[in-house]
């Protein structure tokens, strides 16, 4: 019986993943090790390097294949650096925090995110069938409320921008006219109850302009 300790992290029961970036937080490095405290000299963390995120996890060569193969559009070439953004941080971090979760769990948790299904579904060709599914699902049912969300707005604008036609005109100037009649009702008044004040004063100014009378 051999109980040699595997050589290589990528083919360990057990293993250290980790997630580190440069000092400026502009590219991260995905990895796993046997031996962090010697790995984590190795990358000079703290001078040259910053650490994310790191555990011990099971069978971590799979969960280092699974985050590469994620994101690997965004690996700059040859080499376990990639261009995340913040959001893709957190989503690495929660990936490596949830790394011993069941397929059960991942299912049944509503908190749970996709990227813990597509971990789950790796190494399960049906389960990965269906998440595929599900994915094209999701995303055509976003297309489609997008779409709507769309036309409502042309819609709206079309409406906005449509010249009005006789029967809306005359329903303008119906509102117009029962708004106005309040404002008519208060000028009315107050000139029913202010014209002698109102006839006093253009008296007085009309006699304060006539000439004065002299006797010849």
């Not at 995110?113 to 599914?133: T, V, Y």
């Not at 009005?164 to 008519?184: C, D, R, T, Y």
């Amino acid at each position: 019986m051999n109980n040699s300790k595997p050589s290589r992290p990528e083919n360990a029961k057990y293993g250290t993943i980790y997630l580190i970036s440069d000092l400026k937080g502009r590219s991260y490095k995905i990895g796993i090790t046997l031996n962090w405290d010697r790995r984590s000299r190795q990358l000079e963390i703290g001078t040259k390097t910053r650490l994310i995120s790191q555990k011990i996890v099971k069978d971590p060569g799979r969960l280092e294949k699974i985050l590469h193969r994620k994101y690997d559009s965004y690996r700059l070439p040859q080499s376990e650096w990639f261009i995340l953004s913040e959001e893709q941080v957190q989503e690495v971090k929660v990936l490596i925090g949830n790394s011993s979760k069941s397929y059960k769990q991942v299912f049944k948790s509503r908190e749970k995110k996709m990227i813990d299904l597509e971990m789950a579904a790796q190494d399960d060709p049906e389960m990965l069938e269906f998440f595929k599914k599900y994915e094209h699902k999701k995303t055509e049912k976003e297309r489609q409320k997008k779409i709507e969300h769309q036309r409502r707005l042309e819609e709206l604008n079309e409406r906005m921008n449509k010249p009005m036609g006789l029967p809306e005109k005359i329903l303008l100037l119906f509102i117009l006219a029962i708004l106005a009649i309040p404002f008519a009702a208060i000028i009315v008044s107050t000139l029913f109850f202010t014209w002698p004040f109102i006839l006093v004063v253009l008296f007085a100014a009309y006699i304060s302009k006539m000439p004065p009378f002299t006797n010849r």
